[in-house]
């Protein structure tokens, strides 16, 4: 059984934080502060505890698929046939490797994983699916859906009023 580990509390100037460096993770500690109406140090202090609590985990720029030439976002479904052998951990390595799967998570339902998986074209992401996906021995099923049409995709997690869960 897991230990339950208490809620990390914040208030309502380290869910403005949180807020304002999801909008723009680039902001410095001096631009922050003033945002928050706060003088540097006390608001790096606050930066710093959020970041050694792993609340904020890292920092990055979010880019246009597009304009980077990645037409085609895939969500494919992974399902193994045997569960015992050492397949599926071989398969999250090697899934680690590539960087154009944005993302894999094991899943409940008829798939064991579901990816999603970017690509410059058709014809890549079917590439993709043959010289990796299907080269993975114990996966007996993958099925593929293609974004037609984008309607949402954020990174910003909402922040809760109340306290943070630790587990993790």
């Given at each position: ?8 509390e914040?208030d ?5 934080l949180?807020?304002?460096l ?10 922050l ?16 505890r ?12 979010n ?5 980077l030439g ?19 951990d ?6 680690l ?5 944005l ?6 339902g ?16 079917g590439?993709?699916?043959?010289e ?8 007996t099923?993958?099925?593929s859906s ?10 910003r997690?909402p ?6 869960d630790?587990?993790?």
């Open positions: 059984m897991s230990k339950c580990l208490p809620l990390i914040l309502e100037t380290d869910r403005a949180l807020h304002h999801q909008e723009d993770g680039s902001l410095s500690s001096a631009a502060g003033e945002r928050l109406s706060m003088t540097v140090t006390p608001c790096w202090r606050r930066r710093k959020l970041e050694d609590q792993g609340i904020i985990k890292d920092y990055q720029a880019l246009d698929r597009r304009k990645y037409d085609v976002l895939a969500f494919a479904q992974v399902t193994f046939g045997d569960h015992s052998a050492n397949a599926p071989n398969f999250e390595r090697i899934i490797d590539h960087p154009e799967v993302s894999c998570h094991k899943v409940t008829a798939a064991d994983y579901m990816l999603s998986v970017l690509a410059t074209d058709l014809e890549s992401y590439r993709f699916v043959e990796v996906l299907r080269k993975q021995p114990g996966i099923a993958i099925q293609l974004a037609l049409r984008e309607i949402k995709a954020v990174t997690i922040v809760p009023e109340d306290g943070v630790q587990r993790g």
